[in-house]
């Protein structure tokens, strides 16, 4: 942090003035969700005497093809090169998630064991694992050096660099080869598309496909999901402008599957030209983001406007019970609650503290209002009233672990898509 830092902001982020995937000007902003710092960069005690740089968080769609996305881009190695907070093995939901997708994905394409899967933004290594399990050759890429110390450990041969086309050329003499390469909530992390599916063509099999998941823009349009939105997600993917991507590499989207799983996300399966049967699931999308009209201007803007909203519902119920002495917590720090903490202006006069389940956030705090982040025990040993729940995506799941409590009277506000108390 302390190079980021001495390091002027200009060197950090550079504003957006085309196209991401068509190359058109045309851009028209709808979103501004004002200035925040990375949603990752949790603080430990001794790094908070240093300046916290915010940078702006607002949201374009182009004319042309329909692609959302950050006017802003923030260096890579500011967001994922020091230090990087997030497990995706912490929750059950995303762990059963993750067999799931290895399962479909094996079957939809036949894989026999041996085939080589990479993981591109491979994390802690818990996919690769399910594809492990299952009798296939796995290696993983990501840039986040401490959490790829976390995969190989757990035996995930891990390339700890983002994926280039010069890391492509080091796996494929290494392993040969990719049957299958898979990207779980990166595709829209990444600035530079163009270079990946170059990367990702260049040693796939003529068989062979690119997945890539993501949460499906027209949920997050639909159910209101602003707070998925900050500097790691550069776009917000479609199908529409996905398609008119791909067809630019040579390359066809063949099939798309769905979960619920971040607020309804989608898979895309990518492969060579006339190499895959196009399913109808592709055609039946296409249709219903249009008939949605998530790429319109005017949707959009309605859009922005219940955002803003949103924030005046919640902001009502959180000031009010803050005004009456209640106390109040932060259950769960995704990075996108502090989207909505940020925006919001939750600070330390409305809640106590934030908890947390992962070691690797405890005792930190978090970005922009600086809540000190204790373990979930505190939830019951500190007398909390209410808890904001800011993965409300796993709403289910954690108000599971804390039935003690509910048993002792304890609610949860949950501020998605309608801000509500609950029980």
């Known amino acids: 942090m302390k190079d980021h830092q001495a390091r002027t902001t200009a060197e950090l982020y550079r504003e957006v003035d085309a196209c991401r995937m068509?190359?058109?000007?045309?851009?028209?902003?709808y979103l501004n969700l004002g200035h925040t710092p990375p949603a990752d960069q949790f603080r430990r005690e001794e790094e908070l005497r240093l300046p916290e740089i915010?940078?702006?968080?607002?949201?374009?769609?182009?004319?042309?093809?329909?692609?959302?996305?950050?006017?802003?881009?923030?260096?890579?190695?500011?967001?994922?090169?020091?230090d990087y907070p997030y497990e995706s093995s912490t929750t059950a939901t995303g762990a059963a998630h993750w067999q799931k997708f290895a399962e479909l994905a094996i079957a939809r394409l036949g894989l026999t064991k041996g085939s080589l899967v990479v993981d591109v933004g491979s994390n802690d290594g818990t996919l690769l694992s399910k594809f492990?399990?299952?009798?296939?050759?796995?290696?993983?890429?990501?840039?986040?050096?401490?959490i790829a110390v976390l995969a190989r450990k757990r035996g995930i041969p891990t390339i700890a660099d983002f994926f280039t086309p010069a890391v492509a050329r080091t796996i494929k003499s290494k392993y040969g080869k990719a049957s299958l390469i898979v990207?779980?909530?990166?595709?829209?992390?990444?600035?530079?598309?163009?270079?990946?599916?170059?990367?990702?063509?260049?040693?796939?099999?003529?068989?062979?496909?690119f997945v890539f998941e993501s949460p499906h823009f027209q949920h997050l349009v639909e159910k209101l999901e602003y707070d998925t939105i900050y500097h790691e997600h550069v776009s917000y993917l479609s199908l529409s402008p996905v398609v008119k991507f791909v067809r630019r590499f040579g390359m066809e989207v063949f099939a798309v599957e769905e979960s619920e799983i971040h607020g309804g996300s989608f898979r895309v399966y990518i492969g060579m030209t006339d190499k895959h049967p196009i399913d109808s699931s592709v055609k039946a999308m296409i249709a219903r983001e249009k008939k949605a009209g998530i790429h319109s201007?005017?949707?959009?803007?309605?859009?922005?406007?219940?955002?803003?909203?949103?924030?005046?519902?919640?902001?009502?119920?959180?000031?009010?019970?803050?005004?009456d002495g209640k106390r109040i917590a932060v259950v769960s720090t995704p990075a996108k609650g502090m989207t909505l903490l940020n925006y919001n202006g939750i600070s330390k006069w409305h809640v106590q503290f934030a908890t947390e389940k992962s070691p690797l956030k405890i005792g930190r705090v978090t970005p922009g209002a600086h809540i000190l982040i204790v373990p979930d025990s505190e939830l019951l040993d500190a007398g909390i009233d209410y808890a904001l729940l800011l993965a409300w995506n796993f709403a289910t799941e954690i108000?599971?672990?804390?039935?003690?409590?509910?048993?002792?009277?304890?609610?949860?506000?949950?501020?998605?898509?309608?801000?509500?108390?609950i029980p």
């Open 132 to 146: 492990k399990a299952q009798g296939m050759k796995v290696v993983g890429v990501d840039p986040a050096k401490n």
């Open 183 to 209: 990207g779980t909530n990166v595709f829209a992390h990444i600035d530079d598309l163009d270079a990946v599916l170059k990367a990702a063509k260049s040693f796939l099999t003529p068989s062979g496909a």
């Open 54 to 82: 915010s940078y702006p968080l607002r949201v374009v769609v182009c004319r042309d093809c329909g692609l959302s996305q950050l006017t802003h881009v923030v260096d890579p190695r500011v967001l994922y090169q020091y």
């Open 22 to 29: 068509c190359k058109s000007r045309s851009l028209v902003p």
């Open 297 to 323: 201007v005017q949707v959009l803007k309605k859009f922005a406007e219940r955002v803003a909203e949103n924030r005046r519902k919640l902001m009502k119920i959180i000031d009010s019970l803050a005004h």
């Open 399 to 421: 108000m599971h672990n804390n039935q003690e409590f509910i048993k002792r009277g304890g609610k949860f506000i949950i501020p998605i898509p309608e801000p509500r108390i």
